[in-house]
């Protein structure tokens, strides 16, 4: 970064570039994604082609090279133009492709990014379970147990964003019972694997297009060589991908809010009431002045998080100060987002109550942002504790 407050000139080039083609490409996709809870299969194979996946993995696996601002500033672009697939997309680059590439052995990142980064297979990511969710590691109960070289799978994991879709998901499961929270272990599991499936497909209020699932593991045959990192060791796994996740959240949060801002603007200049444009009155442009100081801030925590990001190996994270860094920004990134969505609907009135309105899409969207990737609550326990110890 050229300036601490801005994007340098290589990374806001970035932007722009991602920008126009989530106009292009992306935008048209995004209201019938909404509608049916449709996926656009053939989007990935693009966006491969375009460089725009695998972004942190290294050119010998097939990836862009990038560093992870970068993975940040093109969630952003996404993310104006159609959110549902920006979140799609962070899952499969960051959640999933990052973490492989952290955390794989040789033999697992040749014969799996290369294909994830090409967009031809779609990666998922499997921790949250229905009785595991803030708890995510102590309350797991999916089970892995060995079986010659093979590990057997039993159990099943919920709201799995690109569930439905994915053809290869980082699942975690317990390889030893009374370990607490340790003795878990990350698998890299295919979805024509024995005794995988998806149970069903799950309706949500907001980021419609993003396909969620509950995933079913029933005697689940994994080959031992698909462990990710240590036996019993997953929860470092999850640890140091944690925090990356929470601060590749904010540009999905970011995005989301300049194009809220955008549409109040032209629906103020454009809306007449009482003989002028409501953009006239000084009470909406008090929401219009609250929105855009709002968003501005937002991007200020966004890019302090991802910068802090930059220079953290994978196995740092998940402690110290990237830990109280990144669940601050999350926390204020989010909840921010929801004042200038609830902004934004005001002012568009009665249209922006209406489902088919893009301001009502975007505001369906804020409260998964307050919940995912660790709620609103835990956040704040995270910075407590750190800021406490």
């Not at 050119?59 to 970068?70: I, K, R, T, V, W």
């Amino acid at each position: 970064m050229s300036n601490m407050f801005e994007l340098g000139e290589e990374h806001q080039g970035l932007l722009d570039h991602a920008d126009r083609i989530a106009r292009d490409m992306l935008y048209p996709l995004s209201e019938r994604m909404d509608n049916e809870e449709w996926w656009p299969s053939e989007l990935f194979p693009k966006l491969g082609e375009l460089g725009l996946l695998g972004v942190t993995v290294a050119p010998e696996y097939g990836g862009a090279g990038m560093d992870f601002l970068s993975c940040g500033v093109i969630a952003q672009a996404f993310s104006r133009w159609n959110h549902a697939l920006g979140l799609s997309w962070v899952v499969h680059d960051n959640l999933f492709a990052n973490n492989i590439y952290a955390n794989a052995s040789e033999f697992l990142k040749k014969k799996y990014l290369p294909d994830v980064c090409a967009g031809t297979k779609i990666g998922a990511l499997g921790l949250t379970e229905p009785g595991a969710g803030s708890d995510a590691l102590g309350s797991m109960r999916t089970t892995a147990r060995q079986d010659g070289d093979h590990y057997v799978l039993n159990g099943s994991k919920i709201y799995i964003t690109n569930g439905p879709v994915a053809d290869v998901l980082l699942v975690y499961a317990k390889t030893e019972k009374d370990a607490g929270s340790k003795g878990i272990t990350a698998f890299l599991v295919e979805k024509d694997f024995p005794g995988f499936k998806v149970a069903q497909k799950l309706t949500k209020m907001g980021f419609r297009g993003s396909q969620t699932a509950e995933l079913v593991f029933e005697e689940c045959r994994v080959p031992a060589e698909n462990i990710v990192g240590e036996l019993g060791q997953g929860h470092r796994v999850v640890m140091s991908g944690l925090d990356l996740e929470r601060a590749m959240i904010n540009p999905i949060c970011v995005g989301i809010a300049e194009r809220a801002l955008e549409l109040s603007v032209d629906y103020a200049k454009t809306r007449q009431q009482f003989g002028k444009p409501i953009a006239s009155f000084q009470m909406v442009q008090s929401r219009l002045a609250d929105m855009y100081a709002n968003v501005e801030t937002m991007k200020l925590m966004t890019y302090r998080a991802l910068s802090a990001c930059q220079g953290v190996a994978h196995g740092e994270a998940g402690r110290g100060e990237i830990h109280k860094l990144t669940a601050a920004a999350i926390m204020f990134v989010a909840n921010t987002l929801n004042k200038v969505l609830d902004d934004g609907v005001q002012v568009h009135g009665g249209s922006g109550y209406i489902w088919e309105s893009e301001i009502n899409r975007l505001f369906r969207a804020t409260k998964l942002l307050e919940i995912g990737a660790g709620t609103t609550e835990v956040r704040k326990l995270i910075i407590a504790g750190e800021l406490l110890r």
